[in-house]
């Protein structure tokens, strides 16, 4: 792949925020991120990018792979570009992080295969993409998805719920 | 025709199916009331998952701390608290000895072993001639106090952010306890320094009363001690730095002069950029490695240009902001000051800046 430049511009916010969900940490999920973009540069040719640079991200995450710094250095240059025009989120409050730290339970609570189509369906991944990426096959990917939204939702109500219990005893 | 599975239900919610499975769930769902119930749980599902997914993104930046500025802050304000509490010991053990010995015209220090904060009753050391021995103890014994300092005056905070500016891309251990942890944002470690330092400024009047309490002869031990402060003191930058923004082939380093008035600072690095390998995973201790390497590299270039101290300064004023441009004298690299003053105050401060780059240069060199 020659044009990496075009693939990050098109992909990195998605892949970044993907990762930033799944490992809860920014500067960690730009790392693998860029590490990604790396390895597309390697490859001759890429069928379906978008599931490709999310498989990749997910299995560097599994290996925690990192070389190449030469190049990541250019990626971090167009990173430090793309920083600029991206909004910060606002400043984060309490109550945002408490719903911060339950969601991440929440996800943390659901097996990793449901994690990972969820998150790349949020990104718009399409089922042909998640199927390849994860390398289900395509008929599950519907089967998975709703699996993984139920927990998550269900698991979240649960620590809601016992959040509120646990303030109503300390106010009484 | 039979109900639809949870499956098919978010598969069409989706837009996955093909037309005519699209169609045929469709009809399906406008006919049964239970599987139009099941498509609206469905919908909602989606819409709590999503919203809950979003809420992930609310991850503080700088969890991992870029590893230039921050080290750097973090160095000296541990080295000026451990001094504090070098000073602070010292002058407690010669409190408790002088209440023996207050009218004899020397007093005696307690050599303190290195783990232990508390002496153990060991023969002591008489030390007569104490100005010259106190600054001399500094440098053995702060960095074995350090460790101490950081796990009790800051408590979780402060470590864990250590720990994750310590820690790189295959720390997973770390960078996954981060979060939680270090959710108050640095905000808070920052305020953690500034306890430390401000713990220094409530100490030494502190320790120079204590001192001062032991008696005339105690004289010289205050003389001695307030050298000491004075050079823990010139460790702490005047010009209060609120944040380092990142940028490739550059410090930048922004400077507070007046409440809500600041400045900007930039030192280019004249390395080119394939030859840094300092990145954000930067781990610990890169401070001695990166000066080392940006001399060498610079060292070329140095020899290529024509002397530093040739070349002047250039001011700048575009929108009301104003642009000081000049070389480092000492490394030959461009720095750049900026802020929304006139250029007569800019010039003030640059002098500023440049007056602790030299003591900063100076400190470096042992």
């Known amino acids: ?172 | 025709m039979q109900h639809l599975d949870e499956g098919t239900i978010h598969s069409w919610l989706d837009g996955a199916l093909g037309a005519d499975e699209a169609a045929r769930a469709e009809a399906h769902v406008a006919e049964c009331a239970q599987c139009a119930a099941a498509v609206a749980e469905a919908r909602g599902f989606i819409a709590a998952s999503s919203r809950i997914l979003t809420a992930l993104d609310h991850v503080p930046r700088g969890v991992v701390p870029a590893a230039q500025p921050i080290k750097w802050y973090n160095r000296s304000a541990w080295r000026a608290a451990a001094a504090v509490l070098v000073v602070a010991v010292g002058s407690l053990v010669v409190v408790r000895n002088s209440g023996n010995n207050a009218s004899q015209s020397s007093f005696e220090l307690r050599e303190t072993p290195d783990t232990a904060p508390i002496p153990k009753p060991e023969p002591p050391i008489i030390i007569t001639a104490a100005p010259a021995e106190t600054p001399v103890r500094k440098p053995q014994a702060v960095p074995s106090i350090t460790p101490s300092i950081r796990s009790d005056a800051s408590s979780g905070v402060a470590s864990s952010g250590q720990s994750a500016a310590q820690s790189n891309f295959s720390d997973k251990a770390v960078r996954g306890a981060a979060p939680p942890n270090v959710a108050t944002s640095e905000r808070t470690r920052d305020e953690a320094v500034d306890a430390a330092i401000g713990g220094n400024a409530a100490a030494a009047p502190q320790v120079a009363g204590a001192v001062t309490a032991t008696a005339q002869p105690a004289l010289s031990s205050r003389v001695a001690g307030a050298t000491m402060l004075r050079a823990v003191a010139g460790e702490e930058l005047p010009l209060k730095v609120v944040g380092t923004p990142r940028m490739i082939g550059a410090k930048v380093t922004l400077y507070e002069v007046t409440p809500g008035d600041t400045v900007t600072f930039i030192e280019a690095s004249n390395v080119q950029l394939d030859a840094v390998v300092v990145t954000g995973i930067a781990t610990g201790e890169p401070q001695a490695r990166r000066s080392a390497g940006k001399s060498a590299a610079t060292a070329p270039t140095q020899v290529a240009s024509p002397s530093p101290a040739a070349l002047p300064s250039r001011v700048d004023v575009t929108n009301g902001v104003t642009t000081i441009t000049w070389p480092d004298a000492s490394t030959g690299n461009m720095l750049s000051l900026s802020g929304r003053m006139s250029a007569d105050r800019l010039k003030e401060i640059k002098l500023r800046i440049e007056r602790e780059r030299a003591a900063a240069a100076a400190k470096k060199k042992p």
């Not at chain 1, 991120?33 to 978008?50: D, G, H, P």
């Not at chain 1, 390398?135 to 990917?141: A, K, R």
């Open chain 1, 1 to 172: 792949v020659t044009d990496v430049d075009r693939l990050f511009r098109t992909y990195n916010a998605a892949l970044v925020r993907y990762l930033t969900r799944r490992l809860g940490d920014r500067d960690w999920a730009e790392e693998v991120a860029q590490e990604t973009f790396v390895r597309a540069l390697r490859q001759t040719s890429i069928q379906n990018e978008r599931a490709w640079l999310f498989a990749v991200a997910t299995n560097l995450v599994r290996d925690e792979a990192r070389k190449d710094m030469r190049r990541r250095k250019h990626l971090a240059l167009l990173a430090e570009e793309e920083r600029e025009t991206m909004v910060e989120p606002e400043e984060t409050t309490i109550e945002r992080a408490q719903e911060a730290a339950m969601a991440r339970k929440a996800v943390d609570a659901l097996v990793e295969r449901d994690r990972l189509a969820l998150l790349m369906r949020e990104e718009g991944l399409d089922y042909t993409e998640i199927a390849e990426a994860l390398q289900l096959s395509p008929g599950s990917v519907g089967t998975t998805l709703s699996r993984a939204r139920r927990r998550l939702v269900e698991s979240y109500e649960a620590l809601q719920k016992s959040r509120e219990e646990r303030e109503k005893n300390a106010a009484s």
